[in-house]
């Protein structure tokens, strides 16, 4: 059974950073894909950003620019620095794992909220 644990979100002001950290156990993950994603307040959960196991990217156009993603197979950990937040980034961030291109397992999320 894989376990997915976020950390890192909390509380910041428009146009700074955070880094968030995704600890994977249970298995050997470094042969999925793992991608971020999102749910604000009354809104669906969305895709932040994907990396393959070859850590190949791809971002949501909203965070381009903006959000990096990147993985530490030897450890099996998954990050995401986030640089230039905005207040329509507050959300709860979950980690996830994915296999055949669908989400295998959840993270139980971290809250970043951006706000002065």
């Known amino acids: 059974q894989v376990q997915l644990v976020e950390s890192g979100g909390g509380l910041v002001h428009p146009g700074g950073s955070l880094r968030l950290s995704c600890a994977a156990s249970g298995s050997i993950v470094s042969r999925y894909s793992m991608a971020w994603y999102r749910q604000a307040p009354g809104k669906q959960r969305e895709m932040v950003a994907r990396?393959?196991?070859?850590?190949?990217?791809n971002y949501a156009d909203f965070v381009k620019g903006r959000f990096t993603i990147s993985r530490d197979n030897a450890n099996n950990t998954m990050f995401l620095q986030m640089n230039s937040l905005k207040p329509e980034d507050t959300a709860v961030y979950y980690c996830?794992?994915?296999?055949?291109?669908?989400?295998?397992?959840w993270g139980k999320g971290t809250l970043v909220t951006v706000s002065s």
């Open positions: 990396i393959s196991s070859d850590s190949s990217t």
């Open positions: 996830s794992i994915l296999r055949w291109g669908a989400v295998a397992y």
